[in-house]
């Protein structure tokens, strides 16, 4: 099993739709990430949490909430979802004590809001 | 002005050659520097820190200026394999997050 694990892998939505797209991890990880890459734009932050009770906003994190469920588990929210938030998005975890902070990413979910 | 910035690509170039990519950043802060590769819609791995010494791994030499806030990798005899987008990467100690370059995709032909 991969160490992080994004799910689902591919999702087509329709504009205004609730989605949740979830992330867990198998590395004991207290950080984790997520984020959107658009071509061209690189991968931008929408939010981190650094523990379960702590959650920080991104860099555009506006039309995103997220829900640290469990040290495992963080879930990215799009409430009510637009065309413009179709993207690839990662989810990631990291260790700052370890050899280049330990960044772990998942394969990514791929979103399409028609 | 983005927190970090790299040359626009793509890069097409044949086997063999030596290719350079470039990257600024703004935040004099920034603590750590690396930089990634990423296959076509894959997740980003990391292929090497960066540090003011400079450092080489293999056909692959990554150099930190932090006067200038400039980051370089140069890869040299390229390969086939070598055909990815390449990301300049920096780590923010004050927030403990990385931000990412817009990337510079490197096509190698044979």
């Known amino acids: 099993d991969a160490d992080v694990t994004q799910t689902p892998r591919n999702r087509i939505t329709k504009t205004g739709k609730r989605i949740m797209l979830e992330c867990s991890q198998t590395?004991?990880?207290?950080?984790m990430y997520w984020y959107r890459q658009d071509p061209g734009l690189g991968l931008r932050l929408i939010y981190y949490?650094?523990?379960?009770?702590?959650?920080n906003k991104g860099e555009i994190s506006d039309g995103y909430s997220v829900s640290r469920q469990a040290q495992a588990k963080f879930s990215l929210s799009l409430e009510s979802a637009i065309p413009n938030q179709t993207a690839l998005y990662f989810c990631?975890?990291?260790?700052?004590?370890?050899?280049?902070?330990?960044?772990?990413f998942g394969s990514g979910t791929r979103l399409t809001v028609v | 002005r983005k927190e970090v910035e790299q040359d626009p690509g793509p890069f097409n170039v044949p086997e063999g050659a030596t290719v350079a990519f470039n990257c600024t950043y703004s935040?004099?802060?920034?603590?750590?520097f690396f930089w990634y590769r990423q296959d076509c819609r894959k997740e980003p791995k990391l292929l090497m820190s960066?540090?003011?010494s400079g450092n080489e791994d293999g056909r692959f030499t990554a150099q930190l200026n932090r006067a200038s806030q400039y980051i370089s990798l140069l890869i040299r005899d390229s390969k086939l394999s070598d055909s990815a987008t390449y990301l300049c990467v920096v780590y923010l100690n004050q927030g403990g997050k990385l931000i990412f370059g817009q990337g510079t995709e490197l096509s190698v032909k044979p």
């Open positions: 990631a975890t990291s260790d700052p004590r370890t050899l280049n902070y330990g960044y772990t």
């Open positions: 590395k004991g990880h207290d950080r």
């Open positions: 935040n004099s802060a920034s603590q750590s």
């Open positions: 960066v540090y003011s």
């Open positions: 949490s650094f523990d379960v009770k702590d959650i």
